[in-house]
């Protein structure tokens, strides 16, 4: 795991002062990498390479990077490959290796198989090839490692994260397009980011850069093709089978291997069978909120980590250490993503990080096995309108309304939700309803300047991400809804992720999402997964002899829950009303925004959007300034 970074001239003039480019992307990225750093300038000086270290797998010298082959490539890769043992097997006659790192197997696959070599690759990657004259680049079929790039007076500038790309924009300024789809959504949806100019490489996108010409590609995709030959015992069997094989990879290393665990049934799973492949030798981390009554989860997660024999260290966070600490979340994550859960895990990371280099987290497993209530929001108003209609068998359901039912008091914490999707547009299209599930900005009217902003666009490029999957005829509703959070809500939380334990000088590894166990997964009917409208229902039945009955069916799980509210009302009420009054951002309504804080519903997640919007801009486009001199 580390920081990678580079420049390419597009136009074939040597790049002017590639070294120090270099050092300054390097210095912004240093807090991925603290074991080592190192640069590679091309003799004609038209491109050059920089890495930050944090040495995980072959720990010596000569796995540092940017490495040369013998052929005279040039890698600089941020990532592990966890299967690059069985590579070096196969590449063996090959190629002659000099290392034992997962790098190297990355050069000598290219070698063998050039750009097709990312279908060999199992793992989490975003690499950079820099071979004669072509520049070849990858990110992982998920989007776990990041890639950055922008074009900047004919050169081509790449990073693990924007922030090191900010000294050589001509200014900070907001993307609208992204504005837009991070005020719906609170992530955005495609290569666009938050800044304008600074674009990311897509989740299992290659690209490649020949005589100032670029070409973008994907090399793969999720196949929703449903198989109704097996028996879910069949399924069952075959997901458990694949997830411990995933588990075993993901614990390669040559440092020592932790785990997160929130409590919930991701985390508490990938703990218990990391625990039984380590003979009693995992640590586990946990963050816990005592301070309000309703948001301590230790207990949970103190019953996983007996399960997995683990032993767990704790975290009791704080609203002073919210204040001490949410300007650096916000620097560190780059642009706002998803909700306030980027903030208790960036408290556990620091933790995680005084023991271990490595973590394992339970990421995917909500958007792979359906583990959402409103999945169980949205079935329930199609089994409603089904059964008004009398259509229960003229297509896949999945569920019925008299199965439903027993589940639905899972749905009793979601009425506030309910209310407001019911009030308009009830048994309308399939994906509109769910984007009215998952839009964040339907109680910002006053708070927010609209004019600017192209809402019919942002429904436009949903319904197109929506329509998207690769779905056969009789795939369901609950595929086209995981779909849409895999391809758009899943690459915020590994953004979440990856910035939240890299800010620490930690590598966080995501074994639910292996990608032949997500290929596996979405060959399963959605009524074997989804079956009667009980969450991650495949996840419990695969593993019921393991996890523990009371994790296995908690109905009160928060996700990473913090006491915004009693914060926001409280202690933090000077704070916070104090970035907004500071008002920069040009979008908020600063009057209205501080209303907002005055009323009753002021601690929606639309609050956490509007302070982390303000904060961002306070944080990077007003310190534009100091980002530029960099360069002097």
């Known amino acids: 795991m580390c920081g990678i970074m580079g420049v ?26 603290p074991d080592a750093a190192g640069t590679w300038v091309s ?24 490495m040369t082959a013998p052929n005279g490539a040039v890698i600089t890769y941020n990532g592990e490959i966890y299967n690059y043992r069985e590579l070096r097997s196969t590449l063996a006659g090959h190629w002659n290796f000099r290392t034992n790192s997962d790098t190297e197997t990355i050069l000598a696959a290219y070698d063998r198989w050039g750009t097709d070599c990312v279908s060999h690759l199992r793992g989490m990657f975003a690499f950079a090839i820099r071979d004669g004259d072509t520049l070849f680049c990858a990110v992982d079929r998920f989007g776990i490692k990041p890639f950055q790039y922008a074009t900047i007076d004919g050169v081509l500038h790449f990073a693990s994260e924007a922030k090191a790309l900010l000294p050589f924009l001509p200014e900070i300024a907001t993307n609208d397009q992204a504005l837009g789809e991070y005020l719906t959504f609170q992530y955005t949806l495609g290569a666009q980011t938050l800044f304008q100019g600074i674009n990311r490489l897509m989740p299992a996108h290659a690209m490649v850069v020949e005589r100032g010409h670029v070409r973008i590609w994907r090399y793969w995709d999720v196949d929703y093709q449903v198989d109704f030959d097996h028996s879910p015992a069949y399924f069952t069997r075959h997901l458990r089978e694949l997830a411990e094989e995933a588990i075993h990879l993901h614990l390669r290393s040559d440092v020592p291997v932790g785990a997160y665990l929130s409590g919930g049934l991701d985390s508490s799973l990938v703990a218990i069978l990391a625990g039984r492949q380590t003979a009693g030798r995992l640590q586990a981390f946990h963050g816990k909120f005592t301070c309000h009554p ?11 980590a007996a399960a997995a024999g683990a032993g767990l260290h704790q975290i009791d966070i704080t609203a002073a250490d919210f204040e001490a600490n949410i300007a650096k979340v ?50 329930f108003e199609q089994c409603i309108k089904a059964a008004i209609d009398g259509t229960y068998h003229n297509g896949n359901f999945v569920v019925t309304a008299e199965s439903i039912i027993p589940n639905l008091t899972l749905l009793q914490e979601y009425k506030p939700l309910m209310s407001e999707f019911w009030r308009d547009g009830l048994f309308g299209p399939l994906d509109e309803r769910y984007f009215r599930l998952i839009d964040r900005s339907v109680d910002m009217g006053d708070e927010i300047d609209w004019s600017g902003i192209d809402r019919p666009g942002v429904l436009a490029r949903f319904k197109g991400l929506f329509a998207s999957a690769r779905i056969g005829p009789k795939a369901s509703y609950f595929d086209s809804m995981t779909h849409f959070d895999v391809k758009g809500l899943l690459p915020a939380l590994l953004h979440v992720e990856d910035r939240m334990s890299m800010a620490h000088g930690l590598e966080s590894r995501v074994p639910l999402l292996d990608h032949r166990l997500i290929e596996f997964a979405a060959q399963i009917p959605a009524d074997v997964k989804f079956k009667d409208g009980r969450t991650k229902h495949m996840l419990k039945s695969a593993f019921t002899d393991l996890l523990p009955t009371e994790l296995a069916e908690r109905r009160d799980k928060m996700g990473f829950p913090v006491p915004l509210k009693e914060w926001f009302s409280g202690e933090l009420r000077d704070m916070v009303r104090g970035v907004l009054e500071r008002g920069r951002c040009p979008v908020i309504d600063t009057k209205a925004a501080l209303a907002r804080f005055d009323k009753g519903a002021r601690f929606s997640r639309a609050a956490w959007g509007l302070f982390s919007l303000e904060l961002w801009h306070q944080t990077f486009h007003d310190r534009a300034a100091e980002f530029r001199a960099m360069m002097d």
């Open 294 to 304: 309703g948001y301590d989860e230790s207990r949970h997660a103190e019953r996983a």
């Open 8 to 33: 390419l001239s597009l136009n074939g003039d040597p790049v002017l002062m590639p070294e120090r480019r270099l050092e300054v992307m390097g210095r912004l990225l240093a807090h991925r990498g």
């Open 330 to 379: 916000i620097y560190h994550l780059d642009q706002p993503v998803a909700g306030p859960g980027s903030f208790p895990q960036f408290m556990v990371s620091g933790l995680a990080r005084r023991h271990v280099k490595v973590v394992l987290g339970g990421q995917g497993g909500d958007e792979i096995f359906g583990g959402y209530a409103r999945y169980l929001i949205a079935y």
């Open 43 to 66: 003799a004609d000086r038209r491109c050059g390479f920089g890495h930050r270290r944090l040495s995980v797998i072959d720990l010596g010298a000569g796995a540092a990077q940017p």
